[in-house]
């Protein structure tokens, strides 16, 4: 490659990085064509072959060949990762409610040590496929992985599994119901053909998983379900009273499960919890409050955000 293609391609990272920080990140921006499709059309070019795995916290990760070239290029959230790796400890127990193919499990299972746990739910096949590749190659021998979905209840649920590239944004809610809002803003061009596929995947309750068991951390990331796995786990938080949850909060996709995005914030408040909102941008933790977080994450907005809860007030350096 010569050295007028490495520059070009020096400065389409930084736009694409750019882009995925400061103008996709939550704030709802990809529903806008052209915006949509200059981030796709950067990809495109920088994606080129895609490496079959990069190595991140002292772990070799194999990736998604169709995921976000964020991870690819060292974007993976850095102020959320610190903060899961200061929470955690030898010996802490460590929920991962939608693993995907494992970067927070991975970090968590060297923060616990031999002596602590830690517990990768994901239910989509083809992530649970890399998932337990990657825990083999890392000799992650402290993780247990639960190829189920976490939900309000035991049992059997519809799941539309992405196609596309789109494996990490795989739901219980079919995106086909509202394509303008909940398919096209995640792909190039407006054909949503091959998007998601119906399948069936089984649940549980954390409530029912972890009744004999402390979790000091949960990390719950499994788009617009979260609710429902709240849902399941209220004797859990009230039982674990120095627990932390580290959750995404986008009401769209909450609203689009069939849940009430305030009500989550809502039932976190009535179990005596404070919510931190976490700030990339500025690398900063903020207190956040639920009117607050509802004024400036709206289903109309289709954005969302990074939360942090807990019963003490947290401060980080």
Do not use: C
Not at 43 to 67: A, C, H, Q, S
């Amino acid at each position: 490659m010569n050295k007028n293609k490495i520059g070009v391609k020096g400065f389409l990272t930084s736009v694409y990085l750019f882009l995925k920080k400061r103008v996709f990140g939550g704030r709802g921006l990809s529903k806008f064509r052209l915006l949509k499709d200059l981030n796709f059309a950067i990809e495109d070019f920088l994606r080129g072959k895609t490496p079959k795995y990069v190595f991140w916290k002292g772990n070799k990760i194999y990736l998604d060949p169709f995921g976000s070239l964020v991870s690819t290029f060292g974007g993976m959230r850095p102020l959320e990762t610190k903060l899961i790796e200061s929470f955690l400890s030898n010996g802490s127990v460590f929920a991962d409610v939608g693993a995907s193919i494992g970067w927070f499990t991975l970090l968590a299972s060297k923060k616990v040590g031999g002596s602590g746990k830690v517990y990768a739910f994901e239910p989509d096949p083809r992530n649970l496929g890399l998932l337990r590749k990657n825990l083999k190659v890392n000799n992650a021998g402290n993780v247990v992985v639960v190829p189920k979905a976490v939900s309000n209840k035991t049992g059997k649920i519809p799941f539309f599994a992405r196609g596309m590239g789109q494996w990490g944004r795989s739901s219980f809610f079919d995106p086909g119901s509202d394509p303008e809002r909940l398919a096209l803003p995640y792909i190039k061009g407006g054909d949503t053909t091959g998007f998601s596929e119906k399948i069936e995947v089984e649940t549980l309750r954390l409530d029912d998983y972890f009744k004999d068991k402390n979790v000091d951390v949960i990390k719950i990331e499994v788009n617009g379900a979260e609710a429902l796995a709240q849902a399941g786990m209220l004797d859990l938080l009230k039982k674990n009273k120095n627990v932390k949850i580290f959750s995404k909060f986008s009401p769209i996709l909450i609203a689009a499960t069939g849940s009430d995005p305030r009500g989550y914030l809502e039932n976190f408040a009535k179990l005596r919890f404070q919510i931190f909102e976490i700030d990339e941008d500025e690398e900063k933790l903020l207190p956040a409050s639920v009117d607050g977080l509802m004024k400036k994450y709206s289903v109309e907005k289709g954005n969302g955000g990074d939360i942090v809860i807990a019963r003490k007030p947290l401060t980080f350096q």
